[in-house]
């Protein structure tokens, strides 16, 4: 062998991707065309066999995944897959298998590319807002307290409405209950940030008139009256407990709002109980309990990859969801709620995609714990983002490879370096060097990218936590009465008159519909993967575990396969020697 070719081989073996695991399909026939002719038969039945439901609805129940953009819900379901064992692109979120979807123009009445709380303030009260104001209109501008007062300028939201019709509301968040989109629910703000006294205070004079996001939620309405209340934030309200926590907003004033809200239901004869812990949440009597308050963290709820899931820890965002139907499902007149995944966008802005994904699937265990307990004939489920971010995924990846995982595309990259299927346009990940003569990015050879800490390479570099969102259209899904009004591509602001309509109230209280009680067929919702329907198919995987594969696919073995490293390097000579 010449010289050269060898020196090239161990060149290639340098640079070559770490060991990573190839992750198999799970279905034998994917080869063969008969294999997708059923498929698509089977989707094409579905698809006529749905009927609208014009119900009325009694309930409404929002999901709405932080960040999470077309992107971030792609990776999630590989990730989901590739979990059970599998290669992952082939399954299925919950909400994929919905009936109706369309997609959500995001921006900001002044911005190109939105934040989160001028977005939750168009999909929960139905009007466009400005960039960082909180449930006013467009007349308002961030941090403008005197606009923000005039009643004229302040929007009420689909948990006015809701209440004003007599039905029981809640809110779940794994964010501070302050934060950006739960406030948008009930408070009105110039400054999503003026979630305690402390912020205002620091603002200036011209502020002071203005309330606090957190006061707004103990003192007014409809946050006062909200039935359910769970996520994190209670530094914000005055109770925080953890000594070592950061400081983003602590009380001024000496107050402790949740002292303060526990007081204002026994002054009504109401039952109240506060939470801080998973046992406390499942040790709760929720068919005897009025209002119910759980903060599970001075800031925010832990992420889902860090949460103690003892009984003195944190909880589930799924058992949040859990106690809180209990709660609600009680009232005769039916109710609203939202979920916020509000965690998936912090692992998004740190650039740290395995703790946005697993914040992701949490949220998606939610949805379908949420299946299992209402009937949606009469309850509206909508899955939604507010925004999306700036990953993105890339390269020519093999089918099963770790979504976390690192790609060599020889035939397109310069610097012959491996790297990540996810990275981002912005965000703390921005590594280049300058030898003198060229860029240099980091060898990734060697390295764990699957780590919940890792940060892929961005192309510009920000502040840490400062990954920025992205301005893209966003999904929306839905399911049960009126769940078809979502068909095509609307503003992010018609979210909320379609709950409306949906439930007659709000704005369209004047709502005289026939019944409709068609059974349209959901039973498809609960599949895991799309290609998870042919009988034969799951009796093969079932009776042979799992690992017989058809013609031509000895690729999947059906076992998750080792990349080495050394294949790479057979790759290199082999191509070499051809060259040569």
Known sequence: MHPLVVVIGVVCALVAPSTQVVFPSPNPRETETSFW???????????????????????????????????????????????KGHSGEEESLVWDRFSNMGLLKTYNLDRQVPDSAATATAFLSGVKGNYMTVGVNGNVKSRDCAASLKEENQVSTILKWA???????????????????????????????????????????????????????????????????????????????????????????????????????????????????????????????????????????????DRDTSGAGTPHIKEMVKVALRRLKRSDNGFFLMVEGGRIDHGMHHGKPRRALEELVAMEEAVRETLEEVDLRETLIVVTA????????????????????????????????????????????????????????????????????????????????????????????????????FHRVHEQSYVAHVMGYAACIGPY??????????????????????????????????????????????????APAVKSAGFVVLWCLVVLMKMW
């Open 509 to 558: 209280t004047d709502c005289d519909r026939p019944l409709n009680d068609h059974r349209t067929r959901y039973k498809h919702i609960g599949h895991h993967n799309d290609h998870d329907h042919d009988d034969d198919d799951d009796d093969e995987r079932k009776g042979k575990g799992g690992k017989v594969y058809g013609k031509g696919s000895s690729r999947y073995n059906g």
């Open 386 to 485: 507010d925004h999306s971010h700036v990953m993105t995924m890339n390269g020519y990846p093999d089918r099963g490879n770790d979504i976390f995982g690192v790609t060599l595309n020889e035939n397109d990259v310069s610097d012959h370096l491996p790297y990540t299927t996810l990275m981002f346009t912005t965000g703390e990940g921005f590594n280049y060097t300058w030898n003198g003569s060229e860029v240099i990015r980091p060898n990734l050879t060697g390295v764990d990218t699957t780590h919940k800490d890792f940060v892929p390479l961005a192309a510009v570099p920000t502040y840490p936590g400062s990954e920025t969102h992205g301005g893209e259209d966003v999904a929306v899904f839905a399911n049960g009465p009126m769940a078809h009004l």
């Open 163 to 305: 209440q004003d019709a007599g039905k029981e509301t809640g809110v779940i968040t794994t964010a501070q209950v302050t934060h950006a989109t739960p406030a948008a629910l009930y408070a009105h703000s110039p400054y999503r940030y003026w979630q305690c006294d402390t912020s205002i205070m620091t603002e200036g004079p011209d502020a002071i008139a203005c309330k606090d996001i957190a006061r707004q939620l103990v003192e007014d309405e409809p946050g006062r009256s909200m039935k359910v209340v769970l996520g994190g934030g209670r530094q914000e309200m005055g109770a925080g407990i953890e000594a070592d926590v950061k400081k983003k907003c602590e009380r001024s004033d000496g107050r402790n709002l949740v002292t303060e809200w526990q007081q204002d239901k026994a002054s009504q004869g109401k039952t109240s109980a506060y939470l801080t812990t998973t046992d406390d949440l499942r040790n709760l009597n929720a068919e005897n309990t009025d209002y119910i308050m759980g903060l599970f963290g001075d800031l925010h709820v832990p992420y889902e990859v």
């Open 37 to 83: 002719m059923d498929h698509g038969r089977r989707e094409l039945n579905e698809a006529l066999q749905q009927t609208q439901i014009t119900n009325k609805a009694k309930n409404v129940i929002l999901f709405l995944g932080d960040g999470m953009g077309i992107t971030a819900m792609t990776a999630g379901r590989i990730m989901k897959g590739q979990k």
